[in-house]
């Protein structure tokens, strides 16, 4: 089954390169464009008996692996 | 021809010139090749023919001007020809230390996707120096971008440099020097040479050989995609404008797993003959060129079956295979029935490790692919046969003469053009670069190029110390090719002289535009006519090196760019005390006869552009010169020094003065010109500061010595920096610090100007 | 006695460790890599060193930190071995909840190799070779120094004077002005004694006469004293 994590800094922590490309964003004229936040997602093929249970191994990879609670969190799906 | 009627053919199918054209190969060279072989090459077969006798790998261009370098040399253990030049540090110790080292050229991919190309250019010299057994202690590179203005040239910068520090500093090497410098000449064709020295014992020297019938040939490290297909084609081709599509996809680097290769490597070397026979590092041309060159040196054959390669992508062809510019790969060529002991060491890396052939004895590649022979050809020829070329070449065209209305336009405002250099990109200090790369890891940096003349390497566990720098001075060679290269020699032999050093090998990475022009030829020629004449008066061996042609777009070629890289010795780090910060009071004293002239001059270049002679320098009295600086900075009371170079005495005081966080104040001796003096590139001498109480012992040193000094004045006395004319009239005044500020200001603001700019 | 330097696959800083360790603080120091999963039973002190391991892909040290020898490195902590964690080893003991925080990318996106200012501000005995409050200098090499606590584990760490180093320069709000570091941190206090200590510069970059200063020395003779005191106790 194929899963899909999304990987974000948690609200308030710092993300530098979220900053980045919301400046360079301004600097092009999309001055509109605000609250930029860079994400990670990562996708990977599970071996699980139903969607249920392929996302709960996932979100238990996550906890373990995938992020760092500390500054960040994250939301699983499911795509087939 | 474009490259799509090939893409059609399967491996197996039988060619015509028209595809050779798309591999790089010109008619005759075409049928060059069905004569060698017998008949006329399938796709595989004209893929690797093609890269083999490409530019970048055969220097078809160059190679009968490159055997005029001197490269032998009583220290010489490994000179050109193999992955990097080895040079003896401790003669007299048969088991003592020496240093490999190699600059190489990864302009065209660097200007394409500069993070990548210049990552992968770090990557590609660090394997040439491991592949050798060595470990890799300091790299160096030098940098030659568009004019500040020109639209690319921020985000050009900007990444090559971040490339650069991504890989070097992931690996972990110190970047210890680096030279980056700006000219119209390479807006559309930069220069990104890098530079990489390792340290070996001598006793413990590898080289690519694939000799011993039976033997497995392994493959180890990254898998093969099917990135850089036709890379060494590429940068054998200039660029033209409307190209852009059909240049070949970029080479990811990653430096992570050439870390764990190097680790692997280094392991397996330890453990010395018993398993190893021969190794290579897969670089331009891939797999290609590591299988022809090693059988060829070896004398020997090797029988693969591609199916073993591992493959990042499927359905890869034997064409794509042999091809692909994958980094972090090598091939190596064990004992017989070690293959499990080799393999025990890269898996403990995690790296993946797998025979794919054997050694033979026919002298012939022959590659399998689902069972079918996909190429037969003969390794030697192939290698040692490829086409040479004695291009026509005319002597450059002279500069037009300087007139009396240049040198009076420009002495019209001294202040103003003294400001002019102090502040232009091409000498404004690179703190901005230099911060992204970790100079010392390794814990072995005694100095950096951000503040010192070269750079000084400890060699680990020992009190020997390794200085280098890599130079060039482009504009001088654009005035004259020959004088020019003589003169990147001679900046290389003094910038680690001024750090204590005695030169023991040189490796030069020579830039220039097409070989099909003449007049670009000769510059080629006249180069490395200068780096040879050079390196015989001061006794400097050529060891290694690499060429890169082509280096224009549509009519405009780079200025020619020799870079010569120069390193040096200090067999005992204690002579050389370590960088001890300069205070308030130290006096400046110039050793060395002044500038007559500002001929050759970048004062002189800013305001009228190329125009006037170079003059010739005395080598002989420079060597003398260098040697005596040397000897002085060993012991006793020079704290530091420095050579004229680029921007001339002003610079160098500046330099001094900035990188001793002191302001300086200079006055010129009677009877000398303010403008020549001071800014003057005519001949080279040493700045160097000395404690109050050595001044006498100094000039004493020089008068016995026959050399010309004279004390210029002393570093922090006032808030101001000073220049004096001989009269001791003021004609340079400006707050130090805002000098420095404003100096150190010159390369972030043109970062920040791209960022405006594209909005 | 044997000061453990831990080798993780991208460590690039551990021979640098041992070079200090043997030459600079003439202690014994042995590499062990990170597949082992115990330490040698002679293990004294254990130091992680610098560099990129696994590649700081995903996260820097996340990889590191789920490695064989981690749960050995964690009983040594909790049996009060003294443990330093620089640089990468820093982000190490981070990812692996041994020390509160996290380090993200610096501010401005960028590498900085350069010579910092730092005030000594912590209580451990590893710090106890420096004077109190004695302002230091020592070079950093990173991308990622950023570091990040939730304001709770801040003010624990202010109350607990666990915060050991911080930068001397900071931004109108008080944070590090190299990186963005929260309040300024640059090192931090851990462990059931206050045993371990992470920090992003180098000591042992500043440990050896050729590097012309020795800021980095009081962090490493402690880490041998304390070792040598807690095996005579």
Sequence with gaps: MRARVIVRLKPGVLDPQGAAVEDALHTLGFTGASNVRVQKLIELDVDAADADACKLLVLEMADQLLRNPVIEDCGVEVLQ | MSKSALNKLKDTDLTTSEHGQAVGLSLDEFERAVKLIGRVPNKVELGCIGAMWSEHCSYKSSRVHLKRLPSAGPRVLVGPGENAGVVDVEPGNPQGWAVAFKVESHNHPSYIEPYQGAATGVGGILRDVFTMGARPIAAMNLLRFGRVAHPKTPSLVDGVVRGIGGYGNCFGVPTVYSSAEFDAAYDGNVLVNAFALGVLRKDRIWKGNASGVGNPVMYVGAKTGRDGIHGATMASDSFSAGKESERPTVQVGDPFKEKLLVEACLELFERGAELLVGIQDMGAAGLTSSLFEMASRAGSGVVIDLDQVPARETGMTAYELMLSESQERMVLVAQAGKDDDVRAIFHKWDLDCTTIGTVSDDGVVRLRKDGVEVCVLPATPLADEAPRYERPFTAPARPEPLTRVDVQALKKNPIQIVLDVLLSPSTAPKTWIYKQYDREVGAGTLMDGTHAAAALVRIPETQIAVALALCCNSRQCSLDPHEGAVRAVVEGVARISAVGAVAVGVTDCLNYGSPLVPEQMGQLAAGVDGIAHACRVLEVPVVSGNVSLYNQTDDQSVLPTPAVGVVGVVDDLATVAPAMPLKAGDVLIRIGAPPTSLEGSFALWGKVGRKGALPVLDLAATSILCGFVRDLRRGGHVLDARPTLLGGLAQCLFDFARCADLSARATLPVDEDFFASFLGEERLCFVVAVDNQGVFDVQRRCADAGIASAVLGALGVSSSFRLQDSGGDVVFDRPFQKLVDDAEAVVPDLIASGRRRSA | ?233
């Design chain 3, 1 to 233: 006695m044997t000061v453990v330097v831990v080798t993780f696959p991208g460590s690039n800083c551990d021979r640098d460790c041992i070079t200090a360790v043997v030459e600079g603080a003439h202690g014994a120091a042995l590499r062990v890599f990170h597949k082992e999963h115990e330490l040698p039973e002679t293990t004294t002190a254990v130091i992680l060193p610098g560099g990129f391991s696994f590649g700081d892909y995903l996260r820097c040290g996340a990889m590191a930190a789920r490695s064989n020898l981690m749960p050995a490195i964690q009983r040594f902590v909790d049996a009060g071995g003294p443990v330093v964690g620089i640089c990468n080893g820093f982000q190490i003991l981070c990812e692996a909840g041994v020390l509160p925080g996290a380090l993200l990318r610096n501010r401005d996106g960028r590498f900085h190799c350069e010579e910092v200012e730092l005030e000594v501000s912590g209580d451990s005995p590893l710090l106890v070779a420096y004077q109190r409050n004695e302002n230091i200098v020592l070079p950093i090499a990173h991308g990622e120094g950023n570091y990040f606590a939730d304001d709770d584990t801040i003010a624990l760490l202010e109350r607990e004077r666990r915060i050991a180093f911080r930068y001397v320069a900071r931004d109108e709000q008080g944070h590090g002005a190299i990186n963005g570091a929260k309040k300024a941190i640059a090192g931090v206090v851990g462990g059931p004694q206050r045993n371990v200590i992470g920090l992003m510069p180098h000591p042992e970059r500043r440990s050896l006469d050729l590097h012309g200063a020795d800021d980095g020395m009081p962090l490493l003779e402690a880490l041998l004293s304390y070792s040598e005191h807690r095996r005579h106790s």
